[in-house]
């Protein structure tokens, strides 16, 4: 599975090429890392790449539920269809590439 984690300021060129290539865009919930989630949002959407909500764990703490995963996708500007399709549709799709 390909996914861009934490890109920062992504740029569109970068998220350009991420969509060509099937790569995932990363919306994590990680503290730090996710200071440039709303600049993420707005060049991936523009790119029509493909957002995925992570929660960058490093500790089994750090694990985010669908509530809390729901609340990171929003507070970075997605639309309610957009976190939808990132937690309900997005992984297992990508799961399904792994598979085949």
Do not use: C, Q, W
């Amino acid at each position: 599975m390909d996914v861009l984690a934490h890109p920062g300021f992504l740029t569109p060129e970068e998220a350009r090429l991420a969509k060509e290539n099937g790569v995932l865009i990363e919306i994590t919930g990680r503290m730090g890392h996710n200071i440039t989630n709303g600049h993420v949002v707005g060049v991936a959407r523009a790119a029509g790449a493909a957002m995925i909500i992570d929660s960058d764990a490093h500790a089994p703490e750090n694990l985010m539920d669908e509530a809390a995963a729901r609340t990171v996708a929003l507070g970075a500007g997605m639309t309610e269809a957009e976190a939808d399709l990132a937690l309900n549709v997005t992984p297992f799709e990508a799961i399904k590439r792994i598979r085949h």
